[in-house]
């Protein structure tokens, strides 16, 4: 049974840090690209935007509006993806999922929430 479990999430006010985790089970992990994905309040689920990516083989792409404050990372010893998100800003507010692609399989997680907010 494939797993993706997001953790990491909360409040935090603007120019505050977080650190999400996507700790995945089931799947070979070393061989997935790996997506995180933002759900802004308000937006339905195919609405969701590409925050930021790493393949397999490290390469990272991000959305622009996250270049240089947002960090992905994967451990593939750990199966895991964390994104760093630095200098939070309230539009970064959403429901933040890790999703693992490879070919034409696609596991998501259930997300979690992050709120940006004085």
């Known amino acids: 049974q494939v797993q993706l479990v997001e953790s990491g999430g909360g409040l935090v006010q603007p120019g505050g840090s977080l650190t999400l985790s996507c700790a995945a089970s089931g799947i070979a992990f070393s061989g997935y690209d790996l997506n995180w994905y933002r759900q802004a309040p308000g937006k339905q689920r195919e609405e969701r935007e590409l925050v930021a990516m790493i393949a397999v083989g490290g390469e990272r792409i991000y959305d622009d509006s996250v270049k240089g404050r947002f960090t992905i990372s994967r451990d593939n010893n750990q199966s895991k993806v964390d994104l760093q998100m630095n200098s939070l800003q309230p539009e970064d507010t959403g429901v933040y999922y890790c999703?693992?692609?490879?070919?034409?399989?696609?596991?998501w997680g259930q997300g979690t929430q992050v709120t940006v907010s004085s």
């Open positions: 999703a693992a692609r490879w070919d034409r399989y696609s596991y």
